[in-house]
């Protein structure tokens, strides 16, 4: 019997689509969205992981592309059956592969858009690439209110296997109906002139200089790797957590917990990436429809790609295979798509003492991993386990940047960096929410906000020295809308009230905030109103098990954010309870010269530290390395 938890394989998405057909009538005519476990509740979870109860469930979203309706199935999988089939009118479910790829090929191959392209010199369709994006509702024609409508940018490589997003056909935008697969219109903006003379390439033999040297650097494990995978259960250094994987988030850290002497001690239920909102902020006509959800639109489970060793991860290495699946309801099987591997961190702690000596202990880290390429953007994220009880969650944004063509030669855009001769990159922001079920020694948690207070000259600190920290306990969904106060050094601890520490304080951990940023957009903006869980650094809500996506179960299409602003509108009580953490994070890019032709790694990351969660410093026990 599988984990409760455990990803449905790929018999399973076959199992669960073939149950929709059979029983709902899902024929040729239309797609499947997605298909994934659905996870049990936290309530259910511990009679199905004992054994006392057994069922398997798979929700299914698909629709119909002849009338565009979408339905929400839930299928037993265990009962061969369909047990909820919910119709969702006005919905648009997320963007699939599938359709990215046919609309690609029916752009080029279609006789306007050949006609478009010939006028600007370009015949050789092979090099051409037409990148399909999701609109908001705002921007999406009157006249094609209600149908699934994407739109395109053209794209034309400098040789066959030049860079693809070098070269942009600025002012040439196809929008297409995604279920007719139909081009509605081409809007055509050209005036004539040049493509802008840019060196956009990235690969060796493309590049105008000779590779510099780099002396080899290996890392090796002769004695094997510190962690034992049973499964999905991964235990390392007194942690041990079970790995998830769907569609939608990709890697899903599940039932974080730390071996404290004799007890396995709850840190998390459940960890991951909600959602991730991309406005662009320049209002050109390239550009004003970009407010991407790589995560609600595209999926960054969908989007994970393979990894290659001694390349992007280095060591003794173990990886597991993802399972996703195509429009159709096959199962496609994504190889390498998470990365397990242990990391050396540098000192973890140190004293030099006169008479002892230099005492030294080294640093080691578990890194789980997954890259996801979202057309021309990667998103790498590493969650890293430490031995003092810390979690790091770093995100690497990489790949390359939507560029176009400046206005006319020599001009430098209000909203955007000159990148290369003629081009620039438009401004814009990543904004990532990630999903923190923690349960710190069980479920019933509060959070508090931590300011820091200096004190007030007078009485008896008359030279003002003192600092307090005042920690106040959020009691609801309004209190729980918090934004970062750099004046106050602002953070905030999930805490057990109802669990002490051996020094007779609760027991806690620490939200440390580093990469937020404003949203710095009109609140009456419609990219702003499609996604105003970005508005706040942090929500906190009582844990529902309905309760997943910050922007809202649909946001392809979507004038509104139906998710957190909608749910903490009731103003729920979070004292005391099980509470869900969504931290908004991410990279404020305004756009460099050096971030083209590819762009460096930029790395931003946040922590959860213990405190007070052990009595001292947990790491105390960690052997000195062996002298060289
Ligand atoms: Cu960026």
New binding site residues.
């Given amino acids: 019997m599988p984990h409760p938890l455990e990803p449905l394989t790929a018999d399973e998405i076959r199992q669960a689509a073939a149950i929709v057909r059979r029983e709902r009538g899902v024929g040729d005519g239309w797609r499947f969205a997605s298909i994934e476990l659905k996870e049990p509740s936290k309530a259910d979870l511990p009679a199905l992981e004992s054994g006392r109860r057994s069922g398997r469930e798979a929700l299914v979203v698909c629709w119909n592309r002849a009338d565009g309706q979408a339905y929400r199935a839930v299928v037993s999988l265990t009962g061969d059956a369909v047990s909820g089939w919910e119709h969702l009118p006005g919905q648009q479910p997320n963007m699939t592969v599938d359709e990215w790829h046919e609309c690609d090929e029916m752009i080029r191959a279609h006789p306007a858009v050949i006609e478009s392209l010939g006028r600007r010199g370009i015949t050789d369709l092979s090099r051409v690439l037409a990148d399909m994006w999701a609109y908001g509702a705002a921007f999406v024609p009157e006249r094609y209110a209600g149908r699934r409508i994407g739109w395109c940018d053209l794209w034309f490589r400098g040789s066959e296997l030049g860079n693809p997003y070098a070269h942009h056909l600025t002012g040439l935008h196809p929008v297409v109906d995604l279920n007719t697969m139909e081009l509605l219109e081409i809007e055509d903006n050209y005036q004539g002139g040049a493509d802008p003379e840019v060196m956009g390439e990235y690969l060796p033999d493309l590049l105008p200089m000779r590779l510099r040297s780099v002396a080899p650097l290996e890392v090796s494990q002769p004695e094997g790797v510190g962690f034992t995978l049973d499964g999905t259960l991964l235990s390392w250094q007194n942690w041990q957590l079970r790995l998830g994987f769907n569609h939608r988030e990709s890697l899903v850290l599940h039932q974080v917990g730390f071996q404290d002497g004799e007890r396995l001690r709850s840190v998390a239920h459940r960890l991951s990436f909600a959602e991730m909102v ?1 406005p662009y902020r320049d209002a050109s006509p390239d550009h004003y429809r970009r407010t991407a959800f790589d995560i609600g639109e595209w999926g960054l489970g969908f989007m994970t790609t393979s990894l290659s060793l001694g390349c992007d991860c280095l060591g003794e290495i173990t990886y597991l295979d993802a399972v996703v699946h195509d429009s159709r309801g096959e199962p496609v099987t994504i190889p390498n798509a998470i990365c397990i591997h242990e990391e050396d961190s540098g000192v973890l702690w140190k004293h030099v003492d006169e008479r002892a000596g230099a005492e030294v202990r080294r640093a080691r880290r578990l890194v789980l991993s997954f890259h996801a390429t979202v057309a021309n ?1 990667e998103y790498l994220v590493y969650w890293r386990f430490y031995q003092d009880g810390s979690i790091e969650c770093e995100v690497r ?1 990489t790949g390359i ?1 939507v560029t176009s063509h400046v206005a006319a030669p020599g001009s430098r855009p209000a909203n955007g960096t000159v990148v290369d001769h003629g081009i620039y990159a438009p401004f ?3 904004f990532i929410v990630a999903r923190l079920d923690l349960d710190v020694d069980g479920p019933s948690n509060t959070v508090y906000v931590c300011d820091s207070r200096p004190a007030a000259p007078g009485g008896d600190d008359p030279y003002a020295l003192g600092l307090t920290v005042a920690s106040t306990p959020l009691r609801t969904e309004a209190e729980g809308r918090q934004d970062y106060d750099w004046a106050a050094a602002r953070s905030w601890k999930v805490v057990n009230d109802n669990a002490a520490n051996g020094l007779g304080t609760a027991v806690g951990y620490k939200l440390v905030p580093s990469a937020a940023f404003p949203p710095l957009l009109d609140p009456a903006s419609p990219a702003f109103r499609r996604a105003r869980a970005i508005g706040h650094t942090l929500w906190v809500t009582p844990y529902r098990e309905d309760e997943r996506w910050p922007c809202g179960d649909f946001p392809v299409q979507a004038a509104c954010d139906t998710g957190l602003p909608a749910w903490t509108g009731a103003d729920r009580p979070i004292e005391n309870t099980d509470v869900v953490l969504w931290y908004v994070f991410g ?1 404020h ?1 305004i ?1 460099r010269p050096e ?1 083209w032709p590819v ?1 460096p790694a ?1 790395i931003v990351s946040f922590w959860l530290k213990p405190f007070g969660f052990f009595d001292r410093n947990p790491a105390l026990d960690v052997p000195p390395s062996h002298h060289h």
């Fill in positions: 991309v953007y944004a940047m814009h922001q990543h990279i890019h756009t971030d762009m930029d």
